[in-house]
């Protein structure tokens, strides 16, 4: 399960004057927040009355992603930075109220591969109608609907428009919270490479995108399993790579630009890249051990050239003096290495980055 944090939205549906939704969100909330602390959930309460949407008055077609209104656009940023939904309904003559189904007409692929759960309310049956309603709609958007729910009958637990109190209610909504964090984790590599900024990677069904600071687990862990290998060959433990704390691979993924290859929600490899003057760092390019020879390392390392500014005279990496088998690789991609009398067991390798040596323009939309 990945370890970043997310983003729930809890959002209450009844825009009516003096409507229960407001009392049975804040119930949800206070129920589920120490909970959601420490799974590392955010909770965002949004209430539809307060977004001040009208009916669908966009031009395009929602899957264009063209919105032309302040309050779309404004929609689509909310929506957009969820990673799941649990949505506080009411049920209107046996099916969701209709700021509900126009809330979700507004936008396209912001929904797409999120969980979505219900807490409902109503009298007979206790908005399990609405709920099922609901459910027709939002698989179309390629939300994913959970099978736990929350089903509050009117009669049952509210005195004088307040909630009585319920350890089985409390506790349902719980159980909500704990499928749509597991569905959530596990649906975040679909999300990811649906998402603007990811490109096809090497490997089938692989995808490529730049690692932020909340990757930082992962890239240790890669980390780990990779230069331990660099260790054994060069025999020292000197290497930044098998020793650098959770918060300082956070600091380095803020700072520099670093590329991640993944599948499945796995880390696959990694190549990170700076600028110095007119010279271009790349480093800690690396492969999980199972995927070496496959062409993935070499792919990271054109992906990293190909970002080179227009500028760049040079293309500068280093590896350990006895790692021959990254030696090999790098100068069958045109680098050469520098005679040096360091002593710190590391070999030097440079590459004229004016060289026509691999497609800039085509790597460069990795970018």
Known sequence: MSTKPLRLLVLVCSTRPGALGPVIGQWLIDAITPCAAELG?????????????????????????IYRQEHTRRWSSIVDTADGFIVVTPEYNYGMPATLKNALDYLGREWAWKPIGF???GNTSAGTRSVQHAKQVVTTLRLVPLGATVAIRISDAVDDGRLRPDAAR???????????????????????????????????????????????????????????????????????????????????LADQHTTGVWLDGRLLGMVRTRRAGTDWHVGRLAVVPDLRGHGLGRWLLRTAEAAADPDIRRIILFTGSNSQRNINLYQSEGYELVPSTSTDGTALLTKDASADRFDAATMRAAH
């Open 41 to 65: 959930v955010e909770l965002v309460p949004v209430v539809l009355a307060d977004l001040d949407l009208p009916f669908l008055d966009e031009e395009e077609h929602p899957s264009s992603g």
């Open 119 to 121: 807490v409902s309310y």
């Open 170 to 252: 409390d506790a349902a909504g719980l159980g909500l919270l704990d499928e749509l964090v597991r569905v959530s984790h596990a649906l975040r590599p679909m999300r990811e490479r649906a998402g603007a900024g990811t490109v096809a990677g090497p490997v089938p069904g692989s995808y490529a995108r730049r690692l932020t600071p909340d990757d930082a687990p992962e890239v240790t862990v890669l980390q780990r399993c990779c230069w331990v290998e660099e260790a054994v060959v060069n025999d020292t433990l000197a290497i930044p790579a098998l020793h650098e704390s959770l918060e300082q691979v956070r600091e380095w």
